[in-house]
């Protein structure tokens, strides 16, 4: 701390000994002037703001003094303090008021302007509340659990006032939680993995959102096992879907015997959830029972489904569309040629009458 000039020594000392004699405890002084018994001037700024303490002077004032706590800032124009984001951000007749740049948490608590008048010292305080964005210092690594397990994530926060902490599963179908810094969740399904979003929340800006991933493992199940009828000769395909996590092995058994991918016309592809069997060239030894077995480091799963023989049709079973008939209309047969004929018998007495007409109108 810097020392301070000669020439304040003296009047410093008679504002400091007012400030013991005149202001007994709890009754600081307020802007307007009216000093004794007035209540407490509150500022709030935000971490990193500027903050401006105002002291108004009454008539007659001729200096003034602002303090922190028990430390002098400034007197008069005389800087007490080290730190440059502290000046006087106005000094006149009427005004004699503080600035503090780039607001810290540090610098919360009560200041005091003491001024001299005429008569006695006085003076009044403004309570400095530095407000502090919300911010997530702490939240649960990535887990892997087994469905069944218990799971308690963990999200811890700063800020001022105290933030709130609430959690919120990222799933269509979540159902909200309690706030609170702690979740826990008992006996998890595999319905509940996913991404856990902890929110920190003080209005003094945006929340703070952090997430965690939570992994579920489950055993193998298998949801579909599905094949269609080939003919000798064809292409038969046998799929079977499956769900696990881990994601499960594939291995696929015709009765007791495991079948190797590429060997006696079988093709094998696995991916994640899914299997396709296809058996090329079928000949009779390819048709019976074939089972798809799902498997992890949590267990295993079978499921099995007959490759049935689709029996061609032969010649003599096959059925000749019938020709196109006028039985609808009531003539078959003969009587159909007999209709034909009685029509062109009407259309020609139709035209040798026309052309009889014709005839007379023209004699």
């Known amino acids: 701390m810097l020392p301070p000039?000669?020439?304040?020594?003296?009047?410093?000392?008679?504002?400091?000994?007012?400030?013991?004699?005149?202001?007994?405890?709890?009754?600081?002084?307020?802007?307007?002037?009216?000093?004794?018994?007035?209540?407490?001037?509150?500022?709030?700024?935000?971490?990193?703001?500027?903050?401006?303490?105002?002291?108004?002077?009454?008539?007659g004032a001729s200096k003034g003094a602002w303090l922190?706590?028990?430390?002098?800032?400034?007197?008069?124009?005389?800087?007490w303090s080290v730190d440059p984001r502290v000046s006087i951000a106005t000094a006149n007749r009427r005004e004699?008021?503080?600035?503090?740049?780039?607001?810290?948490?540090?610098?919360?608590?009560?200041?005091?302007?003491?001024?001299?008048?005429?008569?006695?010292?006085?003076?009044?305080?403004?309570?400095?509340?530095?407000?502090?964005?919300?911010?997530?210092?702490?939240?649960?690594?990535?887990?892997?659990?087994?469905?069944?397990?218990?799971?308690?994530?963990?999200?811890?926060?700063?800020?001022?006032?105290?933030?709130?902490?609430?959690?919120?599963?990222?799933?269509?179908?979540?159902?909200?939680?309690?706030?609170?810094q702690y979740l826990d969740i008992y006996g998890i399904t595999r319905d509940q993995a996913g991404e856990y979003e902890c929110s920190a929340e003080n209005d003094?800006?945006?929340?703070?959102?952090?997430?965690?991933?939570?992994?579920?493992?489950?055993?193998?199940?298998?949801?579909?096992?599905?094949?269609?009828?080939?003919?000798?000769?064809?292409?038969?395909?046998?799929?079977?879907?499956?769900?696990?996590?881990p994601a499960p092995d594939f291995v696929w058994y015709k009765g007791e015997r495991k079948l190797i991918n590429g060997q006696q016309g079988i093709t094998i592809k696995n991916y994640s959830t899914r299997s396709l069997l296809?058996?090329?060239?079928?000949?009779?030894?390819?048709?019976?029972?074939?089972?798809c077995v799902a498997a992890n480091k949590l267990g295993t799963t079978n499921a099995s489904l007959p490759l049935n023989q689709i029996i061609e049709p032969t010649t003599s079973s096959r059925v000749s569309s019938p020709a196109p008939s006028t039985a609808q209309y009531g003539i078959t047969g003969h009587a159909e040629v007999l209709f034909s004929c009685w029509s062109l018998v009407l259309t020609l007495s139709s035209l040798s009458s026309i052309f009889y007409l014709k005839n007379i109108l023209l004699h």
């Open 5 to 59: 000039p000669r020439g304040s020594h003296q009047w410093l000392a008679i504002v400091l000994l007012g400030l013991c004699w005149f202001l007994p405890p709890g009754r600081l002084a307020a802007p307007g002037g009216d000093f004794p018994g007035s209540a407490v001037d509150n500022l709030v700024v935000r971490k990193g703001d500027t903050a401006v303490l105002r002291c108004y002077l009454e008539d």
């Open 68 to 79: 922190n706590r028990s430390s002098i800032i400034f007197a008069g124009g005389d800087n």
């Open 96 to 180: 004699y008021s503080l600035q503090i740049q780039d607001v810290d948490v540090t610098d919360d608590g009560p200041y005091t302007c003491s001024v001299q008048t005429q008569h006695t010292p006085r003076t009044m305080q403004v309570h400095l509340t530095v407000q502090v964005s919300p911010k997530i210092f702490r939240i649960s690594s990535d887990i892997v659990v087994n469905e069944g397990s218990n799971v308690t994530l963990v999200c811890l926060a700063t800020g001022k006032p105290e933030p709130s902490i609430s959690w919120r599963h990222i799933s269509p179908s979540a159902k909200p939680f309690e706030s609170g």
């Open 204 to 245: 003094v800006s945006v929340p703070d959102v952090r997430k965690v991933k939570v992994t579920v493992n489950f055993v193998p199940t298998i949801q579909e096992l599905k094949s269609s009828g080939v003919m000798l000769g064809g292409n038969g395909l046998i799929r079977c879907e499956g769900a696990g996590v």
């Open 278 to 291: 296809t058996v090329t060239n079928v000949t009779e030894e390819h048709f019976g029972n074939y089972t």
